[in-house]
Every structure is written in structure tokens, then in C-alpha cells.
């Protein structure tokens, strides 16, 4: 890795790339890239991946009204925009495969199989919701479905994907384990332990790292002197991939090849999924820091409306799509009309699950 | 029984665990091929191999959080913060996470696991290598803070910690890795959340854990030269905290005292105290009284360390003006 030169050895950017121990990392992005772009081939958006985008975004869309309609205490920290990740990335995943996730991490849930219901009713304090309204918007959380923690510290649930992770190779069940978490993330220490873990021991954990522009509000550009996020991986000798973060084909077979990278043996995958946040930082939060255009300009890369123009493309009909939109309509409402005709939080169990034991 | 030492009674416990449970696993920096720094894991690696018993990158809050996500789908993982004051850098995955695993999903998923570690003040140590903060985490619901005294009460409170269904913090004590004790061959499991009473007394009683319970001893002994009888108590569980136990030494001798390693100030002496005195604000006859650590960073000499830690002449002589005893 270092090169002689008069005054002393130096690394130069050569011998860090052209070294023996760097090809089989260059070598291992390559495959991934081509096996990804394998899987992508041909593949267009279903009507089902409309259809999953839509009902993230509509519930979403549907909280924060009832944000704004003072229904809900805390911010919602809304996912509108990045809906493909969900569906594509999570969707890649099998039932029985493990997610960690953040606070923007509804869309991330639903996608991973969480009941809708649960989810509406928990951001509603509602008793029904997945965690008894003592969790709220933050932290989406079904065992039947291996959603097992979001984390409202950024980057905090990233180590528990790799303890899932140790757990299914321990125990033999051949699962992975997939961790999502914003650019903004990556600078956070707890990231950068997960993936020096999972290398070193080889885990096979997704560290699915869904890139939307923003560290909550300040630019992704200003918060390192790294050129592309997916580097930080490398550092780390894990392999990389980026892909298109608002198209579910690509996410999908980016993830797709990363997960079959990790349940054979073959160590942790970094996919780097672009996609953009089309709203505030929170419900409400305007948004005054981005340059003039630039909202506009990610609007007409929105991957819903891009869903629409593929399946338009190739022949399903505006009243297909119509009415695959109402169906979810009909759920979202129903997941809302559930949760507001539910009771709320019950402060008799205020003082339930905090040990196996009640506390006396 | 056989006069054991305090570390290996751990090690024994570690060994039987990984034997009857597959589920348990072992790691942290250097427990495995060099056996620990104070060599408490020695030859399990060896026994278990590296599935069961591994190192790991000095990386607290990372690998802290593995243990996390482990024991949520499974695994029964023990894992060593080489020294107390490291808990800090894995404060956020101890707090944030292992504590609230349980109620922020409502039972859905819970974090079985043990964080063992060290703590306490050796000739020489420094300001980071020596802090008793168990008040920081006794003050955290959803964990169990443990302190071990004794080989026996390391081995089967160990292994009690160890099959609890909920994150348990172990606390160890440097200085007590070499002391030995009575260590029964058979084995047996000690229950978390008690006390124990480590001798009987009427007039006192002095409530202590980890080293400073012989310290208590000390006090107790130089007492019976002043007709008094004290009872001393090993607290041994920090969080939950068995004041069934207090309360009735207290009902007894009427006086109580709070002797620890930590800080006086912000100390769980200081919570205990409280505690007695709402809950039995008549059965007091003197008010609670606390001794510890003075407020300050601890220093490297031995000659300022002294003076930092609390005394056993200034615990006896305070106790003696409370109980306004005729000086000798």
C-alpha cells in the first residue's frame, strides 16, 4: 500500500486501488453492479409496485392531516418521495428476514409486511397501535414480520441489525438482516461500529442506505468531504452498490443482488439507493433551505408518477391503475377509521413491559 | 466447598452457562484468544470456539448494540466492557436501546442479555479508569444493575444474570478478582433483587456493595470496641433495590448508614436515603447517613487517592458522634 520515495514511504491513490488487497473489494462491487443490472433487466413497475407506493404515501399523506388536525402529539417525520426504497429494497426482503430501520420508517414497515392498521392506530396513541400508543411515529415495530426495532437515534438501530444478524448465522436459520438509514446517518459513529462489525465478522447484513438529499436539514453535501456516500462502505472493506432509489425495479434488483450476496456466506452488501424527500424534514416544515428549482426539478422525478408513466408504457390502462389506486384508498381509510374508533392509550399498562416482571 | 477466587468463580459461571445453553455467546475486546485483561475469560474460547466465544473490535457502543439485536432474535449474549467508564461511549445502545427494547415494542421483543464489567478504584488508576457509575444506570428503568461482592455471589448471581429474560448490567470489581472466598462445588443460582446480610447486628446498620462491603466489615469491627453491635448489609442488587431487606434491619437497630465507592454526591446512597426516610419516617432514630467518594475527578497518586475515597476511621467516627458515643 505504500510506495518508497525519497523522505519516506507515502501512500499514493494508485497504490491504494491497484493493490492486491483492494482487488477483490473493486472486484466485488463489479459483481454486484453486474448482477444487479442482471436482475434489473427487462423489469418494469407491477401494478402491485404502484399499487404498495401509493398506499405509503396516502398514509402518510392522511397522518399528517391528522397532524395538522391535532390528532397527533409528537412530528411526523414523513417519507413522501422515497416510497420506492420501501417497496423495492424492503419488498426484496423475505418474511422471515430481520429490519431495523429509522424514525422515518413507516413507509419502511408497511413495505417489510406491517400491518397497516397497527401502524395508523400506534401514530394515533391509539391502544391497537403495534406498540399500545406508547411508541408513536417513530418506532414501527411487527414480530409478525421481523420488524424488529426503529430507532429515533440516527444511526442507533444500525448495530442491532448486525446482532440479527449474528443471531441467524448462530443460529443457523439462514436469514438476514437489513438495516436502513439516511446519508445523514453515515456520519454517525454507531454506522460506521455496524459496518467494522458485520466485516469483521461477516455478517450477512443489508445496510440499505437510502440517500434523499438531506441530513435532516442541512444539505448531504455539507456534511462531508466525501464525494459519494456509498465510499464509506469501502473503508470498511465492504462491497457497494448504488442504484436509482426512486425506480422499485432498480432498487429491487440492487437489494436483490446484495441479499444474495449475504445469505451465501459471502459478508455484508452497502447499497446506496438515490432518492429525494419531496416534503419537510417533519409535517409542516417548510423547506426554506432548498435552492430555488430544485424541488420542482425532483417532482417530475417523483416515483409514483414514474410508476404511472411505465405501466401507461406498457399497456395497462388509466382504469387499471384507477382502480388499484381505489382499492388502496379504501384500506387507508379504513386503517384511519380503525384507529380513530379505537381507544386510546389506556394509562392502567403505563407501567407494563418495562421488565418481565411488573414492577411493584 | 472450595476457597475460590473471585475471578474464576466468574469464569466457572461463564463455562457452565455456555455448556447447558447454546444460545449463550461470549465476546468483547480480547475475551477470547487472550482471555480477558484480567484474565476472567481464560480458556473458554478454547472450550467453545469461535461461534460461542469471540473478540471484539474496541467498538463499546457497536458491539454493545450487537449484543441488542442478538438477544432479540435469540441469542443469549454476554458481553464485557473491559472497564466501567466505557459503558459511557455504549451509554446510547445501553439506554436508548437494550433498556427500551421491551417497552417501546410492548413485549413484541425483549433483550436478554448481560453486560458484564469492572469498576472501582485500584492504586494508580486514573480518572477513566476508575468511576463507579452504577447511578447512572440504576436510574434507567428496564435495567438491572448487579453488584458482586463475593466469589459465591459473582458465580450464581452470574448465572441467574444470565438466564434473566431482561438486559442486566454485572458489575465487577477489579480489586476483588484476586480476594477468594467459600464457593460451593455444587451448583446453584443466587436470585437477583435480594439483599444479603453479611452479619447480624442491633444498634447500626451499614449497607455497602462491591469492595467497599469489607470496608463496611472494617467499620463494623472497630464498632464492637465502642458496645456497638452493627449489622451490615450487601446490597448486592442495585436496581431493583430490596428495601424488604432495609426495612427490616432498620426496624431493628433504628439507624442506618450508606457506605459506597462511588461518589457521595448524585450516589444511589443518596436515592436509598431518600427512600428510607419517606418510607419510614418513624423507625428512624437519626437521620440517614451517606458516605463516598469525594465530588472530584480521581486522581493517579495513591497519596491523593487516599484522600478522594472514603475512610474507614471517618465512616467509625462519624457513625460514633451520631450515636454520641463517649470518644476512647
Known sequence: ???????????????????????????????????????????????????????????????????????????????????????????????????????????????????????????????????????????????????????????????????????????????????????????????????????????????????????????????????????????HGIPAIKTDGNSVPAVRAAVRAAIQWARTGRGPVLVEAMTYRLTGHYAGEPGLYRPTGELDAATKRDPIARAVHELLGRGVTQDEIDAAEAVVETEVADAVQFALTSPLADPAGVSEHVYQEAIS | MTDTYYWRAVNRALDEELARDERVVLFGEDVALPGGVFGVTRGLAGRYGPQRVFDAPISENGFVGAAVGAAMVGLRPVCELMFMDFSLVASDQIINHAAKIRYLTQGAYHAPMVIRSQQGVSPGSSAQHTQSLEAIFTAVPGLKVVAAATPADAYGLLKTAIRDEDPVLFLEHRMLYTTKGELPDEEFLLPLGTARTVREGDDVTIVSWLASVAWAEQVADALVGRGVSAEVIDLRSLQPVDYETLEASVAKTGRIAILHEAMRHGGVGAEIAATLHERLPDALKAPVQRFGAEFLPMPVAPTLQEVVQPRVPDVVAALATSMALAST
Open chain 1, 1 to 235: 500500500m505504500t510506495t518508497e520515495a525519497s523522505g519516506g514511504a507515502y501512500i499514493t491513490y494508485e497504490s491504494v486501488i491497484d493493490s492486491p488487497e483492494m482487488q477483490p473489494l473493486i472486484d466485488a462491487c463489479g459483481d454486484l453492479a453486474t448482477r444487479a443490472g442482471e436482475l434489473a433487466e427487462g423489469e418494469v413497475a407491477s401494478l402491485d409496485d404502484y399499487a404498495g407506493m401509493v398506499r405509503i404515501r396516502r398514509t402518510e399523506e392522511e397522518l399528517s392531516r391528522l397532524k395538522r388536525e391535532g390528532m397527533v402529539a409528537p412530528n411526523i417525520h414523513q417519507s413522501i418521495g422515497q416510497e420506492a426504497v420501501s417497496v423495492g429494497g424492503v419488498g426484496a426482503l423475505r418474511r422471515g428476514d430481520f429490519l431495523t430501520s429509522t424514525y422515518r420508517g413507516r413507509g419502511h414497515a408497511l413495505g417489510k409486511g406491517a400491518s397497516l392498521r397497527g401502524v395508523v392506530a400506534e401514530v394515533l396513541h391509539r391502544e391497537t397501535g403495534l406498540a399500545r400508543g406508547r411508541s408513536g411515529p417513530m418506532h414501527m415495530v411487527d414480530a409478525s414480520c421481523n420488524v424488529i426495532f426503529e430507532s429515533a437515534i440516527v444511526g442507533g438501530a444500525a448495530p442491532l441489525a448486525v446482532g440479527a444478524a449474528l443471531g441467524a448465522n448462530r443460529l443457523d436459520t439462514n436469514a438476514v438482516a437489513m438495516t436502513i438509514f439516511g446519508e445523514g446517518a453515515t456520519s454517525q459513529g454507531t454506522v460506521h461500529e455496524a459496518l467494522n462489525l458485520a466485516g469483521a465478522w461477516k455478517l450477512p447484513v443489508i445496510f440499505l442506505l437510502e440517500n434523499n438529499g438531506y441530513s435532516e436539514m442541512t444539505p448531504a453535501a455539507d456534511t462531508t468531504a466525501l464525494a459519494d456516500f456509498s465510499w464509506r462502505a469501502l473503508c
